[in-house]
Each structure stands twice: as C-alpha cells, then as structure tokens.
C-alpha cells in the first residue's frame, strides 16, 4: 500500500497540466497528500486534485475521469480512522466523510447540494434514514444586538463579514457530527434578523455536505472537511439571483439590495470568499448545470455509501455489520 501511495503521489506531480480533447480544461495538483489533524502519511492521507470541468466528455475521456474518481475515494478511504469515543448510542462510529461547498453569494451552492441529493435519491428518504445530510452556514449567524439589528433593517450590517457568523457553533456542531452525535440546527430569520425558537433536527449520516460563502475561511473549519468543493459562477448572474432572492423571499426593496451589495457583498466576496478558491479540491463552473462535474461527486459519494475503496458499509458501524441505530421518536422538522 504504501508502494502504491508512493506512485500516485509521483504520478500526480507528473500530471501537471493535462489536457483531453480540449475539454477538461486542467487539472492542476495541489500537494498530493497531506495529513490530516497532524497524523503521518500513513493516516489521513489523501489525493487532492482540483479538476477544471468545461463541457461534455468523450468515451476514454470517461474512462479518465472513473479513474480519477477512484483514486479520489481510495485515498478517502485511507483517511478514515477510528474514533476514540463513542456513537449516542454506544457502538463505536467510523468518522462521517464531510464535504464543504462554498462560493460567492447566489453562486448556486444549494442548488449544488440539492441536486447531489436527487442524484443519490437521498432527497425522497425520510431525514431519520437518510445517508447523506445538508446543512447550510446561513443556520449560523449570530444573535445581533438591539443596534447591529436596527442597521440590518436598513441594509447597513455586513452580513457577508466572518464575524457575522457563530463560527464556534459551526465548529461544535461539526465536531458533534463526526462523533456521531443528533444535532439540533438553529433556524434563522432574515427577514426579522434574529433566531427562530424552534430547530432542525439532523440525524446521523455517512456523508455531510455543509455549504456556505465563508465555509473554508477559518482554518479550524476548513480542515474538518475531507473534501472541498468551490461553484464559480459569473458574478453578473450571482447579483441577479441575489437581487430576486432578496426581494421576492425577504422582503427587501430593489435599492436596498443593490446597495448593500455594493457596500458589503461584493468587497467581502473579493476580501473574504474568494481568496479560499485556492483551497478548493474540486472547482465547479456555472454550479448545478455543471451535471459532468455533479455526477463525478455523485460517483465518489455512492462509492463511500456502498463499501468500495473506503471499505465503508451503508448504514453500518464498528466493521462487524452492526446497523447504525437511528432514532425514530425525534422528528426532523423544525419544533
């Protein structure tokens, strides 16, 4: 194995720039292999790659792309380690496999995850069964005081600034989920810019995908997820969605909106988001119409979900066929 490791690594470094047929743009290593949590390159080691995807593929271009894919998820199946404690339900939990999304507002990060949702089917599974989750950093902005809510009501609060956001909750709510643990999301008002009372209830899953515009800018964060994923898209067409989103789902009026996107969004999006494209493992154009770039991420998850390279089993803990208890008296919706 450890052979093996040694030649991907060298074939990655070699396979700096390659083209097929003109239509994978490039794909471009980054450091083939890094540890995770500080770990040797024997535990928590993995490929990264970050794939430009433009257009359709061609029979043997499919043949390098399943191969791609492959090596991707063998080496996520060597970074699987065992942890320490235990699941709520005592049997001890292999790590779930986290994936972070993000991108500039109204990039489609959603729309990314809803459609990987309906590709696997998990979108039609009732949420206590359900393999795969989702789950959104606009859960988390922070409580605003009396002030800070009265300058959002006008527009004048940057809620694209990481210090909007609770990222100790993120972080905690993260660290609950890898140890197996029912997690209670809050809920978040943009129109009244304060906390619902009432949560959602996610159950545990074998794969989480967790989106936001600042998902990878805080490092603590950002190396929890064992795979990264950027949609880029055309900031005219993220403005407009923003414009419709803003005023059609909260309420606000056409001038507010274009204005705190001047003042804020879009600063924050060059100073905050986009600077952490570099992080990312996978970069996807024009976000869930990209269905080449979605069915690759599709493939990897099924490969995670059904054994495969990560030796994982649907549903199953401690390696010996144990199923997963989950738990049928919690309801799903918000309370």
């Known amino acids: 194995m450890q052979k093996q490791k040694t030649f991907i690594k060298r074939s990655l470094n070699v396979l700096c720039y390659q083209r097929l047929n003109q239509r994978i743009i490039s794909i471009i290593p980054l450091p083939p292999f890094s540890a995770v949590g500080g770990g040797s390159e024997g535990v928590g080691c993995r490929a990264q790659a970050r794939v430009l995807w433009n257009g359709t593929l061609h029979r043997g271009e499919c043949g390098f792309i399943r191969w791609l894919g492959a090596l991707t998820a063998s080496m996520a199946g060597d970074s699987e380690i065992r942890l320490n404690g235990q699941a709520e339900n005592g049997n001890t939990v292999r790590q779930p496999f986290l994936i972070g999304v993000s991108g ?9 995850c809803e459609k990987i949702m309906e590709l696997l089917g998990q979108n039609k599974i009732d949420h206590h069964q359900r393999q795969v989750a989702t789950l959104s950093q606009d859960s988390f902005y922070r409580e605003l005081t009396p002030e800070q809510k009265a ?8 809620f694209d600034h990481p210090d909007a956001f609770d990222n100790e909750l993120i972080l905690k709510t993260l660290r609950d989920i890898i140890q197996g643990k029912t997690v209670h999301i809050p809920v978040y008002d943009f129109v009244t810019h304060s906390r619902k009372d009432e949560f959602v209830t996610l159950y545990p899953a074998d794969v989480v995908l967790f989106e936001g515009i600042l998902m990878f800018y805080m490092q603590e964060i950002r190396d929890l997820f064992q795979m990264k994923l950027f949609v880029d898209t055309d900031p005219d067409t993220r403005l407009s ?27 924050a999006f060059e100073e905050f988001c986009l600077p952490t494209k570099k992080y990312a ?18 493939q990897h998850i099924q490969d995670i979900l059904n054994g495969g390279f990560s030796k994982r089993q649907n549903g199953y803990v401690n390696g010996h066929g144990t199923p997963r208890q989950r738990r049928t008296s919690e309801s799903s919706r918000p309370h």
């Open 104 to 112: 500039g507002t109204a990039s489609g990060k959603s729309s990314v």
């Open 151 to 158: 300058k959002a009501l006008k527009g004048q609060f940057n």
């Open 281 to 298: 493992d996978v970069i996807i154009p024009r976000g869930a119409d990209n269905l080449v770039a979605i069915n690759l991420i599709v």
């Open 241 to 267: 969605r923003r414009v419709l989103r803003d005023i059609s789902e909260r309420g606000r009026e056409l001038e507010q909106v274009l204005s705190q996107y001047i003042t804020f969004v879009k600063p």
